[in-house]
T-cell receptor, first 115, second 107 residues
Framework: KAGVTQTPRYLIKTRGQQVTLSCSPI?????VSWYQQTPGQGLQFLFEYFSETQRNKGNFPGRFSGRQFSNSRSEMNVSTLELGDSALYLC??????????????FGPGTRLTVT | AQRVTQPEKLLSVFKGAPVELKCNYSYSGSPELFWYVQYSRQRLQLLLRHISRESIKGFTADLNKGETSFHLKKPFAQEEDSAMYYC?????????FGDGTTLTVKP
């Protein structure tokens, strides 16, 4: 099975711009979660999508949004970029559903730099 | 609110020595706990989860609900164990990760 893929791998944007990141989960996985990883804050949960619906949300401002398509692919959007949004954005997929235990499979990440 | 604490940012041991990476959590319900590992230039990957009670690459972790801990242990560390280790708590679909511990195994 192909692993989780994320595009683009690297991105440079300027303050005030908006950005869209893409994640393709493992085939058959219905749950996609997004994380922000920074040296200062570590790995922080952004949100989780399951069957095209946002099922869980972390403590991030409304500038961070996402969506999931019928093929389980997911996109994350950040509007009005700030310098502090510079981070590695990780996507993880899992089978989801009603399984009590859902181990996550991570993508390589998108490195976003805001200047 | 759920919280995961890994008290050691850095841990260094010699090859063949025992190693223990500490993880404490705070959560009022019955959490699912995981250890993830990130080797140099590789993506984050699952090492083990408490529900399966298995040993992976010689590592084990026991959930201690009384002490709210999920420490990762290996009796004899190997150089290839050098990596970043994250403890994570999953509850209601939301994952909370600790800040991670960088383990270095010296020859």
């Amino acid at each position: 099975k192909a692993g989780v893929t994320q595009t683009p791998r690297y991105l440079i944007k300027t303050r005030g711009q908006q950005v869209t990141l893409s994640c393709s989960p493992i085939s058959g996985h219905r749950s996609v979660s997004w994380y922000q990883q920074t040296p200062g804050q570590g790995l922080q949960f952004l949100f989780e999508y399951f069957s095209e619906t946002q099922r869980n949300k972390g403590n991030f401002p409304g500038r961070f949004s996402g969506r999931q398509f019928s093929n389980s692919r997911s996109e994350m959007n950040v509007s009005t970029l700030e310098l502090g949004d510079s981070a590695l954005y990780l996507c993880a997929s899992s089978p989801g559903g009603t399984s009590k235990s859902s181990e996550q499979y991570f993508g390589p990440g998108t490195r976003l730099t805001v200047t | 609110a759920q919280r995961v604490t890994q008290p050691e940012k850095l841990l260094s041991v010699f090859k063949g020595a025992p190693v223990e990476l500490k993880c404490n959590y705070s959560y009022s319900g019955s959490p699912e706990l995981f250890w993830y590992v990130q080797y140099s230039r590789q993506r984050l990957q699952l090492l083990l989860r408490h529900i399966s009670r298995e040993s992976i690459k010689g590592f084990t972790a026991d959930l201690n609900k009384g002490e709210t801990s999920f420490h990762l242990k290996k009796p004899f560390a190997q150089e290839e164990d050098s990596a970043m280790y994250y403890c994570a708590l999953l509850s209601a679909g939301k994952s909370t990760f600790g800040d991670g511990t960088t383990l270095t195994v010296k020859p």
